[in-house]
């Protein structure tokens, strides 16, 4: 049971954002400060990647662990009232998810999708944004 008013709970909902989260920002923060230079949320590209690096062709997603269902998370947890509801929105996004970094791979995009939970150890994600936008070759089929 909720122990908010549905309409509490809808105003509470409708506050959570998008784009510049503090997850996404950490990532800016680390990619710019390897030296790397992006675009956000270009509206051309399926998905509308968070960072999109145009020179090396790749694109990076700063997925939340609750939105995006992240497997084995402790933060991808089920609420346990309107299941139903939040069950299909959450396959929704996953479908998605899955449509858009098919879609960009077969654009020739590389793409990379980096968890909130991953963003908290600034170390390893500065290994990994390095592994991924210098590696040429590899790239494609990065998202987990």
């Not at 654009?107 to 939970?117: P, T």
Request: aromatic share 10%; proline share 5%; net charge positive.
């Amino acid at each position: 049971m909720d122990i908010l008013a549905p309409q509490q709970r809808s105003r509470l909902m409708s506050r959570i954002r998008g784009k510049d989260t503090a997850p996404e920002m950490r990532v800016r923060q680390v990619a710019h400060g390897l030296g790397f230079r992006f675009r956000l949320h270009r509206r051309d590209l399926p998905g509308s990647p968070d960072l999109v690096f145009p020179s090396r062709q790749k694109v990076i997603f700063v997925h939340g662990c609750y939105w995006h269902r992240h497997p084995g998370c402790r933060y991808a947890y089920s609420p346990k009232s309107n299941a139903a509801f939040w069950c299909s929105k959450f396959e929704a996004n996953v479908t998605r998810d899955r449509r858009t970094t098919r879609e960009l791979e077969a654009l020739g995009w590389g793409v990379l999708v980096v968890w909130e939970c991953e963003t908290r150890d600034t170390d390893a994600l500065r290994k990994r944004l390095v592994e991924f936008l210098n590696n040429e070759e590899e790239g494609r089929g990065h998202d987990r």
